[in-house]
């Protein structure tokens, strides 16, 4: 086990090479920059590769074209650059083509506050390609679970077929806190599916209806000479565009692989819930601040838990279930107007309060006002 | 020996339960893409170990009745999608078949920039000045004045000359051929083919159902005909003044190095 002090940025590409990925292309962005850096630095004495390529859609466009021809594969931007990659996200989401997509979150909308954190793209990573997709996002709020989280991704993206985002941040990507990194052998590592050399009916598309089967990935070059078509396709990748059953079936199929595999996916903490009566979920740099704010009001004798989510996509809707159960209100610090609060209020659906705390000025919600917010209002309701 | 009769060529490279084609009548990709696959037999390239990137499009079908591992992508990226397989699997053939729209407008940034780089990739453009599929629209490579259902009145704007932007930006083996010129494409082909770095081959391909039609330019034969007309080989290019070859395309390998 070595011990490091690194940036949030720094573990993220320390994990992506610890868990295979062999294949980096980027472009230039704060607060993303230092992943590029690093993976320029350290692919190329590992045997991978990187690239700046001239955009980011050509950077995505390229990590796929890498990942269909057998690598793991990582890109890394922020806001502006991810804007530009959604359309190639839902590529990889019907070509079934494993890879990761990194957004350390700065401020927006457009090019926004560059140097400063916000959460304001939790949506975007949902919603932001066109159609109806499935998608897996986590979201560290540590050095320690970037690098955690890095892996997990990684692992996910080629178990699923699918592309995965990790939501760092500007506070995160750039902090620096000393975490012990795990030696190789002790990392759990997926490696994607392939079919038999000798496999006479390979349909890189065959999985099982309900999404649990994730059909096998051969590679480009290896004889199976099969097509990976940006249409809906027949399982064997071959254009269907006028077989409406066929359609149904595969947007159901691969939306169903996220669905089936949700409790794999979905990774909290839970603090101090158990005798809780206000129960505050946060994620990413907020929860740091949730964290402290649980603290000072354990002292004053405030009954407050955290519910602290490092999935966001899955959402982790049976956690907030369980605890709306228990607790008399919530209370939702973000840094954007009010983004993962409606996914808390669909779950509790008018049976307790919640309460949206938002910043939207570059700067961290302090533990302070998230007291504040819960002395003022919460507790007179509570 | 290569394979050059159509049969034995359908038999080796095509998927013949895909046939027939999505093509209008008279369409100059078939013509095209057996000339190309004559190439490909005189390279005596590997099957199993050559990838196609197709655009989207009337040409974003060229790869999809072949029998080779085939990646379709989104429009414009068909050469950053290559860039990435041929980055990490060096050992591959990988070749861009897409248009005109594809690669010299939505994807006109990637385009130079593999130049650039010379990345070993082949780009097989096939030009045949407007936006097929979609039912008409200009291109970048529409010619000033010639009409389409965006430029009904006829088009304001000048068109691009691939080969030279290619050129210009960096690429080591450029060459034009046209759907009349089969021979001359199955040999440009073959030798981008056999060259290391960025190769481009631009072909024009007549469309008569869209550009056609919009311009009164006959059908196919008639088209066909014009290819012959107005293009001049390289060779006789380099001994003939530049008025005379004024509205002309230059065909063969105009660039290797």
Not at chain 1, 25 to 31: C, D, F, L, S
Not at chain 1, 308 to 325: D, G, I, M, Q, S
Not at chain 2, 106 to 115: V, Y
Request: charge should be negative.
């Amino acid at each position: 086990m070595t011990r490091k002090l690194l940036q949030g940025n720094e573990a993220c590409v320390e994990a992506a090479i610890a868990a295979g990925v062999r294949f980096f292309a980027g472009y230039p962005i704060t607060p993303a920059t230092e992943i590029a850096e690093g993976m320029a630095r350290d692919l190329p004495k590992v045997g991978g590769i990187f690239i700046q390529m001239e955009d980011e859609i050509g950077s995505i466009a390229a990590c796929i074209g890498a990942s269909v021809a057998g690598a793991k594969a990582l890109t890394a931007s922020s806001g502006p650059g991810i804007s530009l990659m959604l359309e190639n996200i839902g590529f990889a989401v019907i070509s079934e083509t494993p890879v990761v997509i990194v957004n350390v979150m700065r401020g927006g909308p457009s090019t926004g506050l560059p140097t400063f954190p916000a959460q304001m793209d939790v949506m975007q990573a949902r919603w932001g390609s066109h159609g109806d997709y499935p998608i897996v996002a986590f979201a560290p709020s540590s050095v320690r679970e970037t690098y955690e989280l890095t892996v997990k991704a990684i692992n996910t993206a080629e178990m699923l077929r699918n592309p995965v985002f990790l939501l760092s941040d500007a506070m995160v990507g750039h902090m620096r806190e000393a975490i012990s990194l795990p030696e190789p052998e002790e990392l759990e590592l997926f490696e994607r599916r392939r079919p038999e050399p000798d496999e006479v009916d390979f349909a890189p598309h065959r999985g099982s209806q309900d999404g649990f089967e994730i059909p096998l990935m051969a590679r480009f070059g290896d004889g199976f000479r099969f097509h990976v078509d940006s249409n809906v396709h027949d399982d064997y990748g071959f254009p269907a565009t006028e077989n409406n059953p066929m359609a149904d079936r595969l947007i159901h199929r691969l939306n169903n692989k996220v669905k089936a595999h949700a409790d794999e996916l979905i990774l909290v903490d839970e603090d101090q819930l158990e005798d809780a009566d206000i129960a505050i979920f946060a994620y990413g740099s907020s929860a740091r601040s949730a964290m402290e704010a649980v603290e000072i009001a354990r002292r004053r004798g405030l009954k407050v838990g955290l519910l602290k989510a490092k999935t966001l996509w899955p959402f982790p809707e049976n956690y907030v279930e369980k605890w709306t159960r228990r607790v008399k209100a919530w209370v939702v610090p973000e840094m954007n107007l009010g983004q993962m609060v409606r996914e808390v209020s669909l779950v509790v659906k008018g049976r307790v309060p919640v309460y949206p705390l938002n910043r939207v000025d570059g700067l961290l919600i302090e533990p302070h006002q998230i007291l504040s917010l819960i002395e003022t209002q919460v507790l007179s309701l509570a | 020996m290569p394979k050059t009769h159509t049969a034995d060529l359908l038999d080796q490279y095509f998927l013949k339960e895909r046939l027939p084609t999505i093509w209008c009548p008279g369409c100059g990709l078939g013509t095209a893409n057996g000339a190309i696959l004559r190439g490909f037999e005189a390279a005596g390239i590997d099957q199993d170990k050559t990838v196609l990137v197709n655009g989207i499009g009337c040409s974003g079908r060229t790869a999809a009745y072949l029998d080779f591992d085939v990646l379709k992508g989104t429009h414009g990226r068909a050469i950053a999608f290559a860039t990435g397989i041929k980055l990490y699997r060096p050992e591959l053939n990988v070749i861009v078949m897409a248009g005109d729209g594809d690669t010299l407008a939505i994807g006109g940034n990637h385009f130079i920039h593999a130049a650039r780089r010379n990345v070993d990739i082949k780009v097989i453009l096939f030009n045949n000045f407007i936006y097929g599929m979609t039912g008409g629209q200009v291109s970048p490579t529409t010619p000033a004045g010639a009409k389409a259902s965006t430029a009904p009145e006829g088009y304001n704007e000048r068109a691009f000359d691939a080969c030279k932007l290619a050129e210009a930006a960096g690429a080591s083996f450029v060459a034009r051929a046209t759907s009349y010129h089969v021979q001359l494409l199955s040999k440009v082909v073959r030798d981008a083919l056999t060259h290391t770095g960025f190769a481009l081959i631009e072909i024009l391909a007549q469309c008569p159902q869209q550009y056609g039609r919009w311009n009164k330019s006959g059908d196919a034969f008639e088209m066909l005909m014009w290819e012959k007309e107005n293009t001049v080989r390289v060779e006789q290019a380099r001994n003939m003044l530049p008025e005379n070859l004024a509205g002309k395309f230059v065909i063969g390998e105009l660039v290797r190095h």
